[in-house]
């Protein structure tokens, strides 16, 4: 079974930046397709960036306008969203999830597994 832990979210001002980090445990995550989403307070969840495991897909990215950068490192077993210039309308709770099937994660949004989510708040 893998786990998933999110981890560096926290408050801050317009335009600054937050890592956040998704570790897991359980197996390793080389042989998964890793992404983020989130959810803000009435709204319901979307993707945020996506990275598949095998080739024949490019990394996605949903939101952002190219200020977020998602990255794995194996070697830790953690995933990465590096979010610069953030926006008020960024405020959300932070979701990693991992599924085998890149199809089902990047384009559904369904996923085997879940974290429980790190909030972000970013202030005016």
């Known amino acids: 079974q893998l786990q998933l832990v999110e981890s560096g979210g926290g408050l801050v001002h317009t335009g600054g930046s937050l890592r956040l980090s998704c570790t897991a445990s359980g197996r390793t995550l080389d042989t998964y397709t890793i992404g983020w989403f989130r959810q803000a307070p009435g709204k319901e969840r979307e993707g945020v960036s996506c990275m598949p495991m095998r080739d024949g897909f490019t990394n996605s990215q949903v939101v952002g306008e190219g200020r977020f950068t998602i990255s794995r490192d194996n070697a830790k077993n953690t995933v990465y969203l590096q979010m610069n210039s953030l926006k008020p309308e960024d405020t959300a709770v932070y979701y990693c999830?991992?599924?085998?099937?890149?199809?089902?994660?990047?384009?559904?949004?369904?996923?085997?597994?879940w974290g429980r989510g790190t909030q972000v708040t970013v202030s005016a």
């Open positions: 999830a991992a599924d085998e099937v890149a199809f089902r994660l990047c384009v559904l949004h369904e996923a085997a597994y």
